[in-house]
């Protein structure tokens, strides 16, 4: 079991940043790809970033490339998702996963078994 929560969230102006980070319970975090999505309203929960065990492989979606970087410390159980030159489309609920069944990048939603509760980013214009 897993049990994921995210901070970080607020409301920024846009160019600002944001650092979210997501704080891991249970035994298989070290083994487990994490990954960051996020949901605006009235759309698809959609992929932003993902990184494997040990945080030598990421993977970002076009939209956020080179903007936002993902990294973890397995020492103390959390991953973070430095924002950057946030935009106001960015703005959503952001949600950290787990894909406790592997330690390998993906970008598949289905691919992560553990979900936190969310947390808000508003970026206005």
């Known amino acids: 079991q897993v049990q994921l929560v995210e901070s970080g969230g607020g409301l920024v102006q846009a160019g600002g940043s944001l650092r979210l980070s997501c704080a891991a319970s249970g035994r298989t975090f070290s083994s487990s790809a994490m990954g960051w999505f996020r949901q605006a309203p009235g759309k698809e929960r959609e992929f932003v970033a993902t990184i494997n065990w040990n945080g030598d492989s990421t993977h970002y979606a076009d939209s956020v490339k080179g903007r936002f970087t993902i990294s973890r410390d397995n020492a103390k159980n959390t991953v973070y998702l430095q924002m950057n030159s946030l935009k106001p489309e960015d703005t959503a609920v952001y949600y950290c996963?787990?894909?406790?069944?592997?330690?390998?990048?993906?970008?598949?939603?289905?691919?992560?078994?553990?979900w936190g509760q969310g947390t808000q980013v508003t970026v206005s214009s």
């Open positions: 996963a787990a894909r406790s069944s592997s330690p390998i990048v993906t970008m598949r939603r289905d691919a992560y078994d553990y």
